[in-house]
């Protein structure tokens, strides 16, 4: 498997998509702080990138290069490999890309300008944000074997969370409104990966007061070192339990 997986690492880094995604990403960060009179602002700044540019180059690489590798993939299958091993090689090098683009795009500026706690969580959560949307462009691709379909689901997939999924939130709320449903709005984050690293981000921030009284919900189970534990085991779980079907799909399928 390691063998494998160099070979498919080293195809992925070759890449200019990957490279131009990591200058980018340093671009935006090392501007960010750049143009800021202060570090907490260029980190708001950063926090956006991350929750939005971060989720979609991931889901749209990662699908668009498993469907451009199915020949790949298939002169693989005829050898004696499992397909578990090819999925899980083709899955672990994609993430070590992404997360090794991010960190050199925006993790280095973060380790260089905030050097604390805020930077070390921003750079452990867009390092699971990256793994969990290349879990998510796996399941997207392993649905269906037409590319411009399985583009779509992925595409589509990054506008729920990044997008939809608040409008709906703040729909509920609204028609909600006269009860108290702020205890459940912990539990309806964690149905969304982006959300949980956006709450994540902001209480360490010291910004929860902005965020009212559902803020010191927030505060009040996410600012505890159980409600921590439980937060970033939602998101190793949220980049486990799509890869998992995709590789159960994977192992079925016929291709």
Same mark, same amino acid.
């Given at each position: 498997?390691?063998?494998? =997986?160099?070979? =498919?690492?080293?195809?992925?880094?070759?890449?200019?998509?990957?490279?131009s995604y990591a200058i980018i990403l340093g671009i935006l960060s090392w501007s960010s702080f750049a143009l800021e009179d202060n570090s907490a602002k260029g980190i708001l700044t950063i926090l956006n990138v991350i929750l939005f540019t971060?989720? &979609?180059v991931s889901v749209l690489f990662s699908t668009i290069y498993i469907y451009n590798?199915? #020949?790949?993939? #298939?002169?693989?299958?005829? $050898?004696?490999?499992?397909?578990?091993? =090819?999925?899980? *090689?083709?899955?672990?090098?994609?993430?070590? *890309?992404?997360?090794?683009?991010?960190?050199? /795009?925006? /993790?280095?500026?973060?380790?260089?300008?905030?050097?604390?706690?805020? /930077? &070390?969580?921003?750079?452990?959560? /867009?390092?699971?944000? *990256?793994?969990?949307?290349?879990?998510?462009?796996?399941?997207? *691709?392993?649905?269906?074997?037409?590319?411009?379909?399985? =583009?779509?689901?992925?595409?589509?997939?990054?506008?729920?969370?990044?997008?939809?999924?608040?409008?709906?939130? &703040?729909?509920?709320?609204? $028609?909600?409104? #006269?009860?108290?449903i702020e205890n459940a709005m912990v539990g309806i984050t964690a149905l969304s990966p982006i959300d949980l690293a956006r709450i994540l981000i902001l209480l360490h921030l010291d910004v929860s007061a902005m965020m009212g009284y559902t803020g010191a919900i927030f505060k009040d189970f996410f600012g505890t070192s159980i409600g921590l534990a439980v937060s970033f085991l939602l998101l190793v779980l949220w980049a486990v339990i799509p890869f998992v079907i995709s590789l159960r799909k994977f192992k079925r399928k016929d291709l």
């Open positions: 498997m390691n063998r494998l =997986i160099k070979i =498919i690492l080293l195809d992925i880094l070759k890449n200019k998509i990957v490279l971060v989720p &979609l590798s199915s #020949e790949f993939i #298939e002169l693989l299958l005829g $050898q004696p490999i499992r397909r578990a091993k =090819i999925w899980i *090689s083709l899955f672990l090098s994609l993430s070590l *890309s992404m997360v090794l683009a991010f960190f050199v /795009g925006a /993790g280095i500026p973060l380790l260089v300008n905030s050097p604390d706690v805020v /930077g &070390l969580m921003m750079i452990t959560t /867009g390092c699971l944000i *990256s793994v969990i949307f290349v879990a998510l462009a796996f399941l997207s *691709s392993i649905l269906t074997r037409d590319k411009a379909k399985g =583009i779509g689901i992925a595409i589509m997939t990054w506008l729920y969370f990044a997008l939809l999924f608040d409008g709906i939130v &703040l729909f509920l709320l609204f $028609q909600l409104a #006269e009860y108290p």
